[in-house]
């Protein structure tokens, strides 16, 4: 075994309570901001160890709660390292059809709608403001907080679902990495899907103007918005990151433009 993954050996024996299991490889799958990720094959299944890292914003205990109901997961500490059973599915196509995308929309209101998730914490909006400057773009966005909060309650949300969230296998769709959920505005999983898909700003336009009376340019500026906010406070060189800017600012520039 190489060394350099001495860490996650010694660490999924320690909690995995079957000495007839014998580590037959580990591989780095994921090494973002909020976590570094393994595949761990052994003699009998394959599993996933993740070494969490500390974020604002991220609530271990809500993500806990949330994989107690929705995965196989074998051990979680209070800092979120874990160990879980691997899935074997495929990331969600880039382009979907629109079966495919009324599919993902059911998965997501069934995560809504999970019971027994006792969680309080709501989406904090003012977390990253600082990191844009004041002008045109943040004056809306603030009167469009103050707006939504009038109109919408709030029910567990994602927050995090992009392509390498959603896996398919077959006909089933799983959602996974919960390190984000908190309770949100419950149009906030669908929105923030679409401005990370790879659908044009026209195409997300006409997708939810066309399914939801009541969703629109302004939502969609909204998340845009909150979502640059979010890219500026990253402290990350990575040319992942730089796009990912350069995609937020375009779609807030859009969206903001096509309000009236």
């Given at each position: ?191 923030y899907y679409l401005i990370h898909s790879s659908l044009s700003h026209q195409a997300i336009l006409k997708e939810v103007t066309a399914k939801w009376n009541d ?46």
């Amino acid at each position: 075994m190489n060394h350099k993954y001495q860490k996650v050996v010694d660490f999924f024996y320690q909690h995995i309570n079957d000495k007839t299991i014998n580590i037959k490889s580990v591989k780095l799958i994921h090494h973002g901001l909020t976590n570094t990720s393994y595949l761990v094959k052994t003699n009998k299944a394959k599993y996933q160890v993740r070494f969490a890292n500390q974020y604002a914003g991220i609530n271990r205990e809500i993500e806990h709660s949330i994989l107690l109901q929705t995965s196989n997961l074998i051990y979680f500490d209070a800092t979120g390292n874990m160990i879980k059973e691997w899935i074997e599915a495929k990331t969600f196509t880039k382009h979907p059809s629109q079966v495919e995308l009324n599919n993902l929309f059911s998965k997501i209101q069934e995560f809504h709608n999970l019971k027994d998730i006792s969680i309080t914490n709501k989406m904090d909006y003012h977390l990253y403001l600082n990191n844009n400057p004041k002008d045109i773009y943040q004056e809306h966005y603030l009167k469009l907080w103050s707006l939504f909060e009038q109109q919408y309650s709030y029910e567990l949300s994602h927050n995090d679902l992009t392509v390498k969230n959603i896996l398919m296998s077959k006909d089933n769709i799983t959602l996974i990495d919960y390190e984000w959920a908190t309770l949100n505005y419950p149009w906030f999983d669908y929105v923030y899907y679409l401005i990370h898909s790879s659908l044009s700003h026209q195409a997300i336009l006409k997708e939810v103007t066309a399914k939801w009376n009541d969703i629109g340019a302004n939502h969609l500026f909204f998340v845009s918005y909150f979502c640059l906010s979010w890219i500026n406070s990253v402290n990350d060189s990575r040319r992942k990151f730089k796009q990912l800017k350069r995609k937020y600012t375009k779609r807030v520039k859009y969206f903001y433009q096509n309000l009236h």
